[in-house]
Every structure is written in C-alpha cells, then in structure tokens.
C-alpha cells in the first residue's frame, strides 16, 4: 500500500492529494473486482492478492454482493449449521480474525490501518436456526416488514470511555467486573475480553511494522513519520492516548473494529471527543492547525465515519470549539465521502453553518448534512425523558441519533412500507364481495392493515431482544457504553439506560397521491370505476387504454405542491402512522419511535411493490423516506419540498428527513451561501428534523450516469450516506438522477 514519491518534504496538502488518489485506486479495484456498492463508501480495501478470496453475501441494501474475505480462514463453529452462536464463540473467532488480519502502512499517512474484512461475511448463517420466528413470518412477509430481528450495530457508542481508558484500561475494566458476577456471565466476559485481545494484537504488530519500515526508509520526512507512527501505536497498545494524534489514531482503532465487526459507524460529537487533547497539544507547542486537520483528515481516509458537529451540551450551551472547524476543514482537504453533520439552531453557531454551506458549494460533495436540534431535543423529550436527555442525543447515522453509551435504539433497521400496506388494503377491499367499495372504507382497511403491521413489528422486537445476545452481541459497541461490563448484559439485552426502538415509515408520497388519485378520479369526478382501477393495476397499466389511465391517475396535483388533496392525505397519513406506533409499545413494554425514512430500500421496497393509483409502474421506485415523489410540481419548488416534508415530521425524536438536490448553477449567485443557509433555516424553523443536500452539476451527474468511468471521483449524498457514484448499481444511480431531472 506504500506510496513512492521522489520529493524530500510534501507538504500535508500533497499527502492528502497523494492518499486520495491511492483510494480512488482501491474504490476501482473494489468496483471491479466486488461490483456495485449501494451503501456506505467505507475506507474497506481488499486483502493482498495472495491472500484473498470471496463470498457472496447480502448487503445492508438487501442485495446479494461479492465480498472479500482472508483465503484460508476458518471459523470455528459451536452448532450444528456450521454457524458460530452466542458471546464467547463470536468473541473467540473475532479475535482470531484480527490476529490474522494483514498489517497496513502508509508511509504518507500520520496514521497506520486500514480493514479489509467485513466480519459478518463469515457469518453463515446469520440467525441461530434452533430459535424460531415462524409465527411471525405470514404477516411480515404479507407486509414485506424489515422487522428487524437480527439487525446489528445502529446504536450509539460513548468513545469518551474508551479514549480515557484505552486498550488496557478496557481489559482491566472488564476483568474487575467479571468478578462480580457468577458463572452464566462467564461466556459475555470472555467475548468481550477476546475482542480486547485481538485489538491489542493488531495495534502491536503495526507499531513493530512500522518501526521496521523506518528503519529501512531512506527519506527522511517518511523515516520520521514511520518512526512516530511506531511510537503511537506501541503507546496505545495498553494504555489510553495522551495526545491529539494518539486520540485520533486510538479513535480511528476503535472504528475500524467496530466497522469490521458489524458495520458500525457511529461517532458521535467528534468536536468535544478531540477537544481536550487538540487544547493541550496547542498550549505545550507540540501541534498546529494544518497538522490536526491533517491527522482528522487521516482518519477520515479510512472511515466515513458518523459524527456531530457543534449542538448542546446537557445544559443546552453549544459546543462548537475550534475543532469543529478543523474536522469541516478535513473534509473540505479530502474531498472524499464523509458522514460530517453540523447542527442547526437559535443557539448554535451561525460561523460553522456558514463555512459548512462554503464548504459544499465550493467542492459539491454533498458534505456536510445538517441537523435540527431544536426539534429533535423537545420531540425525544415528549416521551417522557428529561430536556437534557435529548440535548445528549448525538447524530450517529443515515437519519439517527442516539445517547452515546446510554441508549439501544436499533435505529435505521426497522422500516413499513406503507405503500404496500396500501396495496394490501386495496385489494382486500376490492376481493370483499360483502360490501361496497367506498374512499372511507379504503381508509379504514388501510388503518386495520397498518395497525397489524406495527403491532407484528413490537412482537419481532420483543423476540429481537430477547435473543440478539445469544446469536450476535454487541461486543464492540458494548467496550464503549455504560452498563454492558459493570451489569454483564449485552446492549441489546437490556445493558443500557434506555431501549427505544426506531420505526420507519415508507412509501409516504406513493400512497398518499394514490389515496389523492382514488379521490379525485374515482370518487370525485367519476372517471374510473373501481374495477376498471383494480384491472389496470393488476396488468400493470398494459395496452393504449391503461396507459392513459395511468396518466390520467398520475397528473393528479401531488403531494409536496401545496394546498393539495394529496398534501392533505400526507399529514393525515404521517398522523396515523405516528399513533399507530405510539399507541403499540412492544408487549413487554418497550417504547417505539415513530420516524419516516426508507433509506436505499426506495429500490428495492418498489420492485416487489405492482403497479399503485398514483401512475406508478410495477417494480418501478417507491417515495424517498419523507420526500414528494419527483416531479410534484414544474418548478420543483426547493421551499415547496421544505415546506411539505417539515408538515409530515412524525415529532417524537426520530427523523424525516429532507433530500434535496440543488443545481450548481446557484453557486452563480453572490448571495448563494444566504440562500442556502436560508432554505436550512427555514425548514428547521417549520418543524423540519434533517437535511441531507447535494450541490451538483447535473450534466456531470448525467454524464457519469451513462459512463461512471468519466467521473470516478464524484461524490453524491445518495440518502442519509454519502458515495462515490461511479460505486452505486445503476438503479441506484438512477434515483439520483431522477431527483434532479425533477423539475424539467
């Protein structure tokens, strides 16, 4: 992986250049050798040739993939299937995982590292056989419910625990406790201490590469630095970092685990994490400004990592420090895929929400996202938690947030489509020959079908919670929260403070511009009569007579245009939906939040959807999470999308975002960094939760559309995430590109 450059001394700038061109160089390979990526740019690279070998796996996206994996290694299983269960038997071969994992050194990079394994790919199978849910597998295949069970990692660590502590401090922490519990806790120990281990095992022999990589480095700045990285690493083999750059390096150890672990990437407020240690490196002399960014920027190389800038603290002050800039500054240096939030409030700090704004007109990244704390603090407190709690919820994901350390919330996992559900109502409606199909009765089946589903979802929680620490726990995140060790549970068992799962909503603008469509054309003007919607559906709008039809139905004034029927339809739906989750906590009393969001299954929620009343072809895309589908309106109204999707937030602490693409031809206004931060403000001010936002220059997007390889290094948020496009499948690609063509 080392680099060879001629020149003595680069400057930090030239490294970063270099470092971004040798991933670039690694997303191709990946994209050649493993295919499309519709998920999360992780910092992953393959395995040396000579020792990497493949699988097929399911994605996050629930899309079969190839993956790599370490030629040779073999899992020891503990059951039957040849699946490993249960804390010990996952804690053991994890650890034997990273003792073999390959060493990586950059000789340019300030920090040593890299992964090269998704942990979850050996997993085979994923869930344990002996324990059942096939009493609740009819209603959540009728539904096609993400129910959740089985579903990893979407919480919250508290890195403040394992930055103060460190490798050693950890394993000591871990030993003490073990002595205060009895046997049956003997194997969640053993997990935890084994994952320990093996972290300890891969930090060392980086250190003892490095050092031999100096040695035998004849340029000096790279001798120098391969030396420093030596000294790190040896130091935060055991004990806890002492300054800016052995924090950055320990925190970037932590990630890497966790993300090879299970996927996770969350953070949390990185600003205050690095604080203290940038404060006292600056006051003893021993770091500038240029090199933080340079080391954050590092970091960042290797995992696009989920974390919060500026916000309250439990007191409600902001907290933006100087580092919050110098993490904005990293990725404005990198230019590569990053998860980088920045909150947004009357009390935070205008100085970084207008450099955030700078920052993506002038590199187009879609970095940074932006948050509405005023919202989300007072929504998480309406249920029945202090303010303070709310202000400790960071951004740690696709459309979460959670308390680091103190909080399971199973975030981004759990998602109804609403659509179907629809789907499921109007058929059954239509096959009753007992009664007469009307608008109201429509409503109320909908209501019936909806209501089954939530409660189908509490009881796949309970059974999720019940079991997740036998099949798969939560060893790394549970190093670096508060409870697991001292209490001997794991996270999803019932370790943390609060368990408040999160439930999404699907499919939004689908149904309700159906439920507008059915309204106007069949109800109102009498164009259609139910049969004659019920056969078009079912043919999928075949032949001159449905295609018309169809647009007939389609040009129905939509969701998102303002003062609609469907507008209408939106609000009530997000209403319902909303109660329907609050009234259904889970039968052994666990709280649900109700949130919309749909993350990337927008494709895959419509290719087993048919054809729905709104104009909308079988298999084609469902609604983006909160969003009016494209095209709601002509002039694609950037306000009109704010205004709509701020009236639909659900308003208990999850989110419903706001994707919005701009043009970057604004960037041709003077005032444009106004306009934007404006649009942000507005949509805050209105009830709004989230933003996730492109500048793009949409002939580039369409000419990497038809040919990726013309722009490999374009970067898009494709959803809560950011990629590089060239990564994504072409149905992934399209949805980007179906949002900027929105308005022509």
Request: glycine residues 8%; negative net charge.
């Amino acid at each position: 992986m080392a680099l060879s450059l001629d020149v003595t001394e680069l400057t930090y700038q030239q490294r970063i250049d270099a470092l971004r061109e040798e991933k670039l160089r690694c997303t191709r390979e990946k994209q050649t050798l493993l295919g499309d990526m519709d998920f999360d740019d992780w910092g992953q690279i393959l395995p040396p040739e000579d020792q990497r070998d493949y699988v097929h796996v399911m994605s996050p996206s629930g899309i079969m993939i190839r993956d790599s994996i370490i030629k040779g290694f073999e899992v020891t299983s503990n059951h039957p299937s040849g699946g490993f269960f249960g804390p010990k038997a996952v804690g053991d071969n994890y650890r034997a995982l990273l003792e073999r994992h390959p060493v990586t050194i950059d000789p340019l990079s300030s920090l040593a590292g890299a992964y090269m394994l998704n942990f979850t790919s050996y997993r085979r199978p994923h869930w344990n056989p002996d324990l059942s849910y096939e009493h609740l597998k009819p209603v959540q295949e009728q539904y096609q419910l993400l129910h959740g069970i089985g579903g990893m990692q979407h919480l919250t660590p508290d890195i403040a625990i394992g930055l103060r502590l460190g490798w050693g401090g950890l394993l000591d922490h871990i030993r003490a406790n073990r002595a205060s519990h009895g046997p049956a806790k003997e194997p969640f120990y053993d997990g935890l201490e084994a994952v320990v281990l093996g972290a300890q095992n891969w930090v060392q022999r980086h250190a003892e590469a490095a050092r031999a990589l100096a040695e035998a480095e004849d340029n000096p700045q790279r001798r120098r630095n391969l030396f420093e990285i030596a000294e790190v690493n040896a130091h935060i083999v055991s004990a806890p970092p002492q300054t800016f750059r052995e924090a950055c390096q320990w925190l970037l150890w932590y990630e890497m685990i966790a993300r090879m672990y299970n996927g996770s990437g969350a953070v949390g407020q990185l600003d205050t994490l690095l604080l203290d240690y940038y404060e006292a490196d600056i006051a003893a002399g021993r770091l500038t400004d240029d090199e933080a960014i340079f080391h954050i920027a590092c970091m960042l190389l290797r995992d696009t990592m989920y974390c919060q800038l500026g916000g309250p603290d439990r007191a409600g002050r902001d907290v933006t420090n100087p580092v919050s800039f110098l993490v904005l500054e990293a990725a404005r240096w990198l230019k590569i895929p990053a998860n980088v939030a920045i909150a947004v409030g009357r009390g935070t700090s205008e100085a970084l929400l207008r450099r955030g704004v700078e920052i993506m007109l002038e590199d187009k990244t879609g970095i940074p996202k932006f948050l509405g704390v005023d919202n989300t603090v007072p929504d998480f407190a309406k249920n029945g938690y202090p303010l303070e709690d709310g202000r400790d919820r960071k951004y740690s994901g696709c459309n979460w947030c959670g308390i680091p350390g103190r909080e399971y919330g199973m975030n981004d996992l759990i998602k109804i489509n609403l659509a179907v559900v629809f789907d499921v109502a109007l058929h059954d409606m239509l096959a009753d020959p007992t009664v007469t199909p009307s608008l109201e009765l429509l409503e109320q089946r909908f209501e019936d079908h909806l209501r089954r589903a939530v409660a189908t979802i509490a009881q796949g929680i309970d059974f999720h919670i019940a079991h997740m620490h036998e099949v798969f726990p939560e060893l790394v995140l549970d190093l670096c929260c508060t409870g697991p060790i001292e209490r001997g549970e794991d996270a999803s068992h019932g370790g943390l403070d609060y368990t408040n799962i999160a439930v999404d909503g699907a499919g939004l603008a689908t149904t309700a511009d159906s439920f507008a469509a059915i309204r106007q054309r069949i109800v109102d003007e009498g164009r259609l009569t139910w049969a004659e919607l019920l056969h078009y559906l079912d043919t999928n709008w075949a032949g001159p007579e449905g295609e018309r039809a169809r647009l007939m139905m389609k040009h129905v004034p939509h969701y998102g245009h303002g003062g609609t029927l469907a507008d209408d339809y939106a609000a009530r739906l997000s209403q319902m939906y909303t109660r329907l989750v609050l009234e259904h906590p889970t039968p052994s009393g666990i709280k649900m939040l109700p949130g919309l969001f749909s993350w990337a299954y927008t494709v895959k929620f419509g290719e087993h959807l048919g054809a729905t009343p709104n104009g909308r072809h079988a298999g084609d895309l469902i609604s983006h999470g909160a969003n009016p589908d494209p095209g709601f309106r002509k002039d694609g109204a950037p306000t009109a999308m704010a205004a709509a999707v701020a009236a639909v937030q659900p308003g208990y602490g999850n989110t419903a975002p706001l994707q919005i693409e701009l043009d970057m031809s604004i960037i041709d206004q003077d005032n444009a960094v106004e306009v934007v931060s404006q649009l942000i403000r507005s949509h805050f001010e209105l009830g709004g939760t989230q933003i996730n936002m492109n500048i793009l220059d949409k002939q580039k997007v369409l000419e990497a559309h038809e040919d990726p390889t013309r722009h490999p290094d374009l970067v898009v948020r494709v959803t809560g995430f950011s990629a590089y496009f060239a990564s994504l499948s072409p149905e992934f690609r399209q949805m980007v590109v179906n949002r900027i063509l929105a308005d022509e």
